[in-house]
């Protein structure tokens, strides 16, 4: 039988719910299987819910589902708000010591919540407590595997003669890995080598938590049977990887030579500047030696800023942002734009307006980046739809940059900084280096501005020899001396916005466009929504439904005559994307002049599943839908 299995985690913010995540994750990847994981957490630092969907399969997948195969619950409000998600014939792994706890008793249920779930239980003439959902649970099917997590510990501090286990609350996490992994006969070798991994800079907690690995996946072999999945490994694909959600772009800039990144911490876009400062001394091939500077600056206002002064000096240079953060840089990146200053802001997007949802995700930022900068100057926007495109995509943003002396704004978003997949291994040689018309050396007069046949002026830089030049947030003449010339400025502006077209026409279609097929029904698309759909497209076609897909990634200058010629003898066109006023549709409409059909719209903060996106796909081609299906699934 095929393998798809769904494992979710659960307990409050700080108690280890990533790490364990990670374990399974890790372990589920050594053992053959294609995995796709998704955290969820508040923006509080610690107590408030937090938990980790890992999708496992024998066949390649891209998101995650509605149905939960697995449950691990070592906190009771886990349980209260995921017990209805259990498959027909799941599992609940939960703490024997919260069956009494009433919803009241839990207090980091919102009065929302509790609502819902009050008139739920009434409905089913159940009480409100962990033993009611739990009835719940089992009649739907699911079987229950209750064990006391207080009194495992305790148990393991007594055989280890180690009695300082006994508290260790934080080992709960590694406890209902360990659990979940017996009870579907899991091996354990690949457990204690990811534990080893995990912890290698901290040999005596790793040994600590094997042992309690150890001690629990024995307890879940002897105390739990009759689950009917096991999870005994399969053919490991070659050259795969598990990569985290921001590998994708941090790598890609190690490789395609960013040598200069700037940030101030925001979620979700920190972990890609955390991790490049992690790694900042690397050798990536013979030929790209170097590292990379990470600076850490007081504001985003001074993170554009040092982004504009290392590019004026030749350097490849970046900064890491979400919207609030983007939001400062946009006088500044108007005056890069102005003086032709490459550089790459990777965009991060996240739940807004405001602070709005702060680790929650949206893509909600894409007319603001189209748009953002007063006046007219030119800028790319650029989306990946995937971790392993991101590396790829990362370093295409730069060679955009470089020969079209830009901005390019490479829009990321929370959905995939918070994933966990297996992907194929990145390969550096894939990605090129272009510098555009950067000069290495000057011979007679300079002119930075200079009007050239193609609209691209040869590039100097800061301390060049010969190679002078001028800066100024005002219009300017060739050399970048301040004028108001009505001639000069005509000139000028055509110059720099004659690049949009160029782009276009110059930029290959499979970069601008990402083609699965087309039909009479065919989604538009950007962004991260691109696992979930090709997932829920799958599914359909086992049904006998066709469905095409067009993941538009180069969306600022928009490709209008190649999406209309794609589109041009499709019937009904669906936009699916997160956020609520469908702003991709917003631009296609703009540009194609065309209506969309049916909108398939999130904007609760969580990612999409493919069961969403499959159940909106059917109802419209069985004519059931509303012209704009509103998604809501998630805790």
Same mark, same amino acid.
């Given at each position: 039988?095929?393998?798809?299995?769904?494992?979710?985690?659960?307990?409050?913010?700080?108690?280890?719910?990533?790490?364990?995540?990670? =374990?399974?994750?890790? =372990?589920?990847?050594?053992?053959?299987?294609?995995?796709?994981?998704?955290?969820?957490?508040?923006? #509080?630092?610690? *107590?408030?819910?937090?938990?980790?969907?890992?999708?496992?399969?024998?066949?390649?997948?891209?998101?995650?589902?509605?149905?939960?195969?697995?449950? =691990?619950?070592?906190?009771?409000?886990?349980?209260?708000?995921?017990?209805?998600?259990?498959?027909? #014939?799941?599992?609940?792994?939960?703490?024997?010591?919260?069956?009494?706890?009433?919803?009241?008793?839990?207090? @980091? +249920?919102?009065?929302?919540?509790?609502?819902?779930?009050?008139?739920f239980l009434e409905s089913k003439n159940k009480?409100?407590?962990?033993?009611?959902?739990?009835?719940?649970?089992?009649? #739907?099917? !699911?079987?229950?595997?209750?064990? !006391?997590?207080?009194? $495992?510990?305790?148990?393991?501090?007594?055989?280890?003669?180690?009695?300082?286990?006994?508290?260790?609350?934080?080992?709960?996490?590694?406890?209902?890995?360990?659990?979940?992994?017996?009870?579907?006969?899991?091996?354990?070798?690949?457990?204690?080598?990811?534990?080893?991994?995990?912890?290698?800079?901290?040999?005596?907690?790793?040994?600590?938590?094997?042992?309690?690995? /150890?001690?629990?996946?024995?307890?879940?072999?002897?105390?739990?049977?009759?689950?009917?999945?096991?999870?005994?490994?399969?053919?490991?694909? !070659? #050259?795969?990887?598990?990569?985290?959600?921001?590998? *994708?772009?941090?790598?890609?800039?190690?490789?395609c030579g960013c040598r200069f990144q700037s940030?101030?911490?925001?979620?979700?876009?920190?972990?890609?500047s955390v991790y490049l400062e992690s790694n900042?001394?690397?050798?990536?091939?013979?030929?790209?030696?170097? %590292?990379?500077?990470?600076?850490?600056?007081?504001? &985003?206002?001074?993170?554009?800023?040092?982004?504009?002064?290392?590019?004026? /000096?030749?350097?490849?240079?970046?900064?890491? /942002?979400?919207?609030?953060?983007?939001?400062?840089? @946009?006088?500044?990146?108007?005056?890069?734009?102005?003086?032709?200053?490459?550089?790459?802001?990777?965009?991060?997007?996240?739940?807004?307006?405001?602070?709005?949802?702060?680790?929650?995700?949206?893509?909600?930022?894409?007319?603001?980046?189209?748009?953002?900068?007063?006046?007219?100057?030119?800028?790319?926007?650029?989306? %990946? *739809?995937?971790?392993?495109?991101?590396?790829?995509?990362?370093?295409?943003?730069?060679?955009?940059?470089?020969?079209?002396?830009?901005?390019?704004?490479?829009?990321?978003?929370?959905?995939?900084?918070?994933?966990?997949?297996?992907?194929?291994?990145?390969?550096?040689?894939?990605?090129?280096?272009?510098?555009?018309?950067?000069?290495?050396?000057?011979?007679?007069?300079?002119?930075?501005?200079?009007? @050239?046949?193609?609209?691209? %002026?040869?590039?100097?830089? +800061?301390?060049?020899?010969?190679?002078?030049?001028?800066?100024? *947030?005002?219009?300017?003449?060739?050399?970048?001396?301040?004028?108001?010339?009505?001639?000069?400025?005509?000139?000028?502006?055509?110059?720099?916005?004659?690049?949009?077209?160029?782009?276009?026409?110059?930029?290959?279609?499979?970069?601008?466009?990402?083609?699965?097929?087309?039909?009479?029904?065919?989604?538009?698309?950007?962004?991260?929504?691109?696992?979930?759909?090709?997932?829920?497209?799958?599914?359909?076609?086992?049904?006998?439904?066709?469905?095409?897909?067009?993941?538009?990634?180069?969306?600022?200058?928009?490709?209008?005559?190649?999406?209309?010629?794609? $589109?041009?003898?499709?019937?009904?066109?669906?936009?699916? &994307?997160?956020?609520?006023?469908?702003? +991709?549709?917003?631009?296609?409409?703009?540009?194609?002049?065309?209506?969309?059909?049916?909108?398939?719209?999130?904007?609760?903060?969580?990612?999409?599943?493919?069961? &969403?996106?499959?159940?909106?796909?059917?109802?419209?081609?069985?004519?059931?839908?509303?012209?704009?299906?509103?998604?809501?699934?998630?805790?």
């Open positions: 039988m095929p393998i798809d299995f769904s494992w979710l985690i659960g307990g409050p913010q700080g108690s280890g719910v990533e790490s364990g995540a990670n =374990v399974f994750a890790k =372990v589920c990847a050594e053992m053959g299987y294609q995995v796709f994981g998704k955290r969820e957490f508040y923006s #509080n630092i610690k *107590g408030e819910h937090s938990y980790f969907t890992v999708r496992v399969s024998d066949k390649k997948i891209h998101s995650n589902v509605n149905d939960v195969t697995l449950m =691990v619950a070592f906190d009771a409000e886990t349980i209260f708000r995921h017990f209805d998600e259990i498959s027909t #014939n799941g599992g609940i792994i939960y703490d024997s010591d919260l069956e009494n706890i009433a919803s009241d008793d839990v207090h @980091t +249920l919102d009065e929302y919540f509790k609502e819902r779930l009050h008139k009480p409100f407590t962990i033993s009611g959902v739990l009835e719940i649970a089992k009649e #739907n099917g !699911s079987s229950l595997f209750p064990v !006391s997590f207080k009194g $495992l510990l305790a148990d393991l501090a007594d055989k280890t003669a180690n009695p300082k286990l006994r508290g260790l609350v934080r080992m709960y996490n590694v406890l209902g890995v360990s659990l979940s992994l017996g009870l579907i006969k899991m091996t354990p070798d690949s457990l204690l080598k990811s534990i080893e991994s995990i912890f290698s800079k901290k040999p005596l907690i790793a040994e600590i938590n094997k042992q309690a690995a /150890t001690f629990a996946y024995d307890y879940s072999i002897n105390n739990f049977h009759n689950f009917p999945y096991a999870l005994k490994g399969t053919t490991k694909e !070659s #050259n795969t990887i598990l990569a985290q959600g921001h590998f *994708g772009t941090s790598l890609g800039k190690m490789v940030y101030y911490p925001i979620t979700p876009a920190s972990d890609e900042e001394i690397l050798e990536v091939q013979n030929d790209r030696p170097g %590292s990379t500077l990470v600076i850490q600056t007081e504001d &985003e206002i001074s993170a554009i800023g040092m982004l504009i002064g290392s590019a004026l /000096t030749g350097a490849r240079s970046s900064t890491s /942002t979400s919207g609030p953060g983007f939001a400062l840089m @946009t006088e500044a990146l108007g005056w890069a734009g102005r003086n032709e200053v490459p550089l790459v802001i990777t965009l991060y997007q996240r739940s807004g307006p405001s602070t709005g949802l702060p680790t929650r995700h949206g893509q909600d930022d894409l007319l603001f980046a189209i748009n953002a900068g007063h006046g007219d100057f030119p800028k790319i926007v650029y989306a %990946s *739809g995937d971790i392993e495109e991101s590396f790829y995509d990362t370093g295409r943003c730069f060679n955009y940059a470089d020969i079209y002396q830009i901005p390019v704004i490479h829009m990321m978003d929370k959905f995939l900084s918070s994933s966990v997949v297996t992907c194929k291994k990145f390969e550096p040689k894939k990605i090129t280096i272009n510098r555009g018309k950067l000069l290495t050396h000057v011979d007679g007069t300079y002119k930075r501005f200079h009007l @050239t046949d193609d609209g691209i %002026s040869p590039r100097s830089k +800061l301390g060049l020899d010969g190679g002078i030049f001028w800066n100024t *947030g005002d219009e300017s003449d060739e050399y970048g001396h301040i004028t108001e010339d009505p001639t000069v400025r005509i000139n000028m502006m055509d110059k720099r916005m004659s690049r949009l077209d160029m782009i276009v026409n110059q930029v290959p279609h499979d970069e601008q466009i990402a083609t699965f097929g087309i039909s009479d029904y065919t989604i538009i698309s950007w962004g991260s929504t691109k696992g979930p759909i090709i997932d829920a497209i799958d599914l359909l076609k086992k049904e006998g439904f066709e469905i095409g897909f067009l993941q538009i990634k180069l969306i600022h200058p928009f490709p209008t005559d190649y999406v209309k010629s794609l $589109l041009k003898d499709v019937k009904i066109i669906i936009d699916v &994307e997160a956020n609520h006023s469908a702003q +991709l549709g917003k631009v296609f409409k703009q540009n194609v002049l065309r209506d969309i059909d049916y909108y398939v719209v999130k904007y609760t903060g969580r990612g999409m599943t493919s069961t &969403e996106i499959y159940e909106s796909l059917k109802k419209i081609l069985e004519n059931k839908a509303n012209h704009r299906e509103v998604l809501s699934h998630g805790a």
